[in-house]
């Protein structure tokens, strides 16, 4: 299986700054016959399903705010809030689907 | 609109087994697949596997292998998700979720409500 292992575990932000979480797999995800990163990222808040944020590593789902972006290929990958708002405040997982999907282990954001 | 309504919560005994339901409307249901993850309490989550709602072609976790079964029924658009021979291990809020391809494993873009279940003697 393809590990996926994150970074931080979790940070605290202020209001307003930027929050970068980094997200690296054991092996490249990205597959060469069409030169796509199989790797999504989603937030989970409390009490509720996970949410999908972007895929194919750096396409935002639609109705996402574009404070939220992705970028990487191979085994790096990160995703990045931009201006950290208070509703943010959520575990986010990264998640591989070059092979049997596996996620990442999860990451806090909280604000500072 | 695209919703995802799963079975309501189960107690099961170690041993047992469990089958979860996962309702779908608002979208054609053959154009897609359904996905279940797991999140044991205050764990991250753990993809289980996936089935094609065009063909029923599966794809489990090789950890499940031998104890999960995964099957669509398209003339009610649901999904069944059984998981057998079930230890406390087992105990956790179960998800389905649409995978935005019916012929390849992807992601899930829609996500059921979740049904915990516990297994405790």
């Known amino acids: 299986d393809i590990v996926m292992t994150q970074s931080p575990d979790s940070l605290a932000v202020s209001l307003g700054e930027r929050a970068t979480i980094n997200c690296k797999s054991s092996?490249?995800?990205?597959?060469?016959?069409?030169?796509?990163?199989?790797l999504a990222w989603y937030q989970q808040k409390p009490g509720q399903p996970p949410k999908l944020l972007i895929y194919?590593?750096?396409t935002r789902e639609s109705g996402v705010p574009d404070r939220f972006s992705g970028s990487g290929s191979g085994t790096d990958f990160t995703l990045t809030i931009s201006s950290l708002q208070a509703e943010d405040v959520a575990v986010y997982y990264c998640?591989?689907?070059?092979?049997?999907?596996?996620f990442g282990q999860g990451t806090k954001v909280e604000i500072k | 609109q695209v919703q995802l309504v799963q079975s309501g919560a189960e107690v099961k005994k170690p041993g047992a087994s469990v089958k979860v339901s996962c309702k779908a409307s608002?979208?054609?249901?053959?154009?897609?697949?359904i996905t279940w993850v797991r999140q044991a309490p205050g764990q991250g989550l753990e993809w289980m596997g996936w089935?094609?709602?065009?063909?029923?072609?599966?794809n489990y976790a090789q950890k499940f292998q031998g104890r999960v079964n995964m099957v669509t029924d398209t003339s009610t658009s649901t999904s069944y998700m059984e998981l057998t021979s079930l230890t406390s291990d087992d105990t956790a809020v179960y998800y389905c979720?649409?995978?935005?391809?019916?012929?390849?494993?992807?992601?899930?873009?829609?996500w059921g409500q979740g049904t915990l279940v516990t297994v405790s003697s």
């Open positions: 979720a649409r995978d935005s391809s019916a012929t390849t494993v992807t992601w899930g873009d829609y």
């Open positions: 194919w590593a750096s």
């Open positions: 608002g979208y054609t249901f053959t154009r897609y697949g």
């Open positions: 998640q591989q689907a070059y092979s049997t999907p596996t």
């Open positions: 089935i094609s709602a065009y063909n029923g072609k599966t």
């Open positions: 092996r490249s995800v990205l597959y060469s016959s069409d030169n796509k990163n199989y």
